[in-house]
């Protein structure tokens, strides 16, 4: 089963009509450090004592537009990189989504740049989305997606990614620290229910409740999302 933005006709005929042969190498992206492997050894973390938890979720209000509110096929959320976004090793700081799956298939996702700080690239970084699943247990055990377009262009990436109808899954929108503040627009296929965003707490809190079930707001699950940001971070360093 195969989704599109009905609402960007247009734009995903043209994107998808870009992809390039296997193989290929993208364009070079800013020059900046090389920020290491994709997938460097896990770096040691500090996870807050038992029974209390760093993180929380928090809402994440559609994007309204000047025509009005967005049709539900055509869904965006609006986020602002900055110090006090997740940090990862080396470069990044990130943004993490927990969303769930509507139906199953492969669904697109979209990112745009809006505004970035006065001394970073003006397209943000080449590849900033990613995904990941939620597996059994609240564990994560890879991140990727099927990039159909990067960003280094027109600062909009295109990724693709397979679901499963009620399955929960991680999206990272991330950029080099030097870049900050920078502003972007998340774009979701309708089959993916936004839950909201992953947040740093000033101070740990106790963990109340039942840590199962699915994520959202009524059942944040504070443990399980400081567990899931250990193991996205030093990931997240990586190209």
Known sequence: MEYSQSSRPVVLFLLLAQVVVTGCQPEPGPTEPNPGPTEPNPVPTHPAPAGTSSHTLTAVPEEEVAAGVLPQEDRSFRGVLTTRSLQAPQYFHYDAFVVTARESGVVTMMSDVIEVGPSGYVHGYGYPLTIASIEDGANL?????????????????????????????????????????????????????????????????????????QISLENPRPATLSRIVDWMNPRMGGS
Do not use: C, H
Not at 157 to 173: S, T, W
Not at 175 to 190: A, D, H, I, V
């Open 141 to 213: 055990t890879q991140i990727g997606g099927n990039y159909v377009q990067n960003a280094l262009e027109t600062g909009t990436a295109v990724l693709q990614y397979p679901v499963r109808k009620g399955r929960q899954y991680i999206i990272a929108y991330k950029t080099f620290s030097s870049f900050m503040p920078l502003s972007y627009r998340l774009w979701l296929s309708p089959y993916l229910k936004m839950e909201g965003r992953i947040e740093s707490l000033p101070a740990p809190v106790p963990v109340t409740g039942d840590d199962t079930g």
